[in-house]
């Protein structure tokens, strides 16, 4: 049975951890192995310790960049982190950041972090167990948490 990684966050304003765990056990059996980190920083490492010590054959890496100028630098330094990781271990990390200013106010943001954390646990689980899925929406504008773009009208 695959395992997979899940890895969140303190400073988070949202149980993002929670909200994977559940779409995940709502769509296939599986094992999951969670780690709660504090901050978007502390993901790469975490992510790459589920991977080789925990034996987990992708991992979710959950955070929210906050909304001053040095979350958004932190949150770059954390996704260069998370690729570097992904690419140390050639296993992949689906990083979920939900930035703190993406949603008007406080309940537009917690639709935002469920909904995007949910829609890329469905990815995690194309990717494991049904990666056809994902080449039949190739090219088809999805977007995760809000509306999808859609294909370009030509
Ligand atoms: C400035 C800053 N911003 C964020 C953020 O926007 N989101 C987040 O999850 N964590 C932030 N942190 C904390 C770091 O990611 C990390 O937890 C600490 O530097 C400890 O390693 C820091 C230090």
């Given at each position: 049975?695959?395992t997979?990684?899940?890895?969140?966050?303190?400073?988070?304003?949202?149980?993002?951890?929670?909200?994977?765990?559940?779409?995940?056990?709502?769509?296939?059996?599986?094992?999951?192995?969670?780690?709660?980190?504090?901050?978007?920083?502390?993901l790469?490492?975490?992510?790459?310790?589920?991977?080789?010590?925990?034996?987990?054959?992708?991992?979710?890496?959950l955070?929210?960049?906050g909304?001053?100028?040095?979350?958004?630098?932190?949150?770059?330094?954390?996704?260069?982190?998370?690729?570097?990781?992904?690419?140390?271990?050639?296993?992949?990390?689906?990083?979920?950041?939900?930035?703190?200013?993406?949603?008007?106010?406080?309940?537009?943001?917690?639709?935002?972090?469920?909904?995007?954390?949910?829609?890329?646990?469905?990815?995690?689980?194309?990717l494991?167990?049904?990666?056809?899925?994902?080449?039949?929406e190739?090219?088809t504008?999805?977007?995760q948490?809000?509306?999808?773009?859609?294909?370009?009208?030509?």
């Amino acid at each position: 049975m695959p395992t997979i990684g899940i890895a969140d966050t303190t400073f988070a304003r949202y149980n993002m951890g929670r909200a994977a765990i559940d779409e995940i056990q709502k769509n296939v059996s599986v094992k999951i192995k969670r780690v709660t980190v504090p901050g978007i920083k502390d993901l790469p490492v975490a992510a790459k310790k589920l991977i080789e010590e925990e034996g987990c054959d992708i991992v979710m890496a959950l955070g929210m960049p906050g909304a001053k100028e040095q979350d958004k630098i932190c949150a770059h330094e954390a996704s260069q982190g998370i690729i570097m990781a992904q690419l140390m271990t050639n296993t992949h990390i689906i990083e979920v950041f939900v930035h703190e200013n993406e949603g008007k106010d406080e309940k537009e943001l917690a639709f935002l972090m469920d909904r995007r954390t949910r829609e890329h646990a469905l990815n995690v689980i194309k990717l494991l167990f049904k990666p056809e899925k994902l080449i039949r929406e190739a090219g088809t504008g999805q977007r995760q948490g809000f509306e999808d773009a859609g294909p370009l009208r030509t």
